[in-house]
Antibody, heavy 116, light 112 residues
């Protein structure tokens, strides 16, 4: 059974960067895309981008172009989402999910709080 | 970009009664493979979203058969034949035909 485990909560200052990890177990890493989705407090879901690890070519939503980097380490079966230039509007729970292209399963989520 | 619109946004339901959620897109979600790339998810309080239905009508593993998905083109529906207390949560549809993937606003199902 595929399982995605994300890194722990982060508190960041405005203007800084955050890097969230997503470790995959129970599946051949790299054979599927991994997508990142975020959810601001009390809000809906927003797709940010995805990566097929074996191809190493990410695909980003236009909104995040220039400050989002999605990467993967096939050796450790871990995907990463790095977001720079943080503002208070980036305060959200960030999820990774296997992308088939339906999203299943999802990680447990990582709360990123941006506050001065 | 594809825009996905859900209705209603709030859905109070009496246990044992049916429920239905609509999802509409501003362009067809039919892929060249012949499948509609529309999925349904539920997010229960304090949890990550969970897949219910993929490709418009395929129930995910472990999902009770009281949940069903239907539709084609731009109009899709999630139906629950008999709502149970454990079905409380927010239901989202998502189009995966093209990136950026886009979600509906969410429908909050609550028990009357």
């Amino acid at each position: 059974q595929v399982h995605l485990v994300q890194s722990g909560a982060e508190v960041k200052k405005p203007g800084s960067s955050v890097k969230v990890s997503c470790e995959v177990s129970g599946a051949t890493f790299g054979s599927y895309s991994l997508s990142w989705v975020r959810q601001a407090p009390g809000q809906g879901l927003e797709w940010m981008g995805r990566l097929i690890p074996i191809f190493e070519t990410p695909n980003y939503a236009q909104k995040f172009q220039g400050r989002l980097t999605i990467s993967a380490d096939t050796g450790t079966k871990t995907a990463y989402m790095e977001l720079s230039g943080l503002t208070s509007e980036d305060t959200a729970i960030y999820y990774c999910a296997r992308d088939r292209p339906w999203l299943d399963p999802w990680g447990q989520g990582t709360l990123v709080t941006v506050s001065s | 970009e594809i825009v996905v619109t859900q209705s209603p946004l709030s859905l109070p339901v009496t246990p044992g009664e049916p429920a239905s959620i609509s999802c509409r897109s501003n362009q067809s979600l039919l892929h060249s493979h012949g499948f509609h790339y529309l999925d349904w998810y539920v997010q229960k309080p304090g949890q990550s979203p969970k897949l219910l239905i993929s490709l418009a009508s395929n129930r995910a593993s472990g999902v009770p058969d009281r949940f069903s998905g239907s539709g084609s083109g731009t109009d899709f529906t999630l139906k629950i034949t008999r709502v149970e207390a454990e079905d409380v949560g927010v239901y989202f549809c998502m189009q995966a035909l093209e990136t950026p993937y886009s979600f509906g606003q969410g429908t909050k199902l609550e028990i009357k």
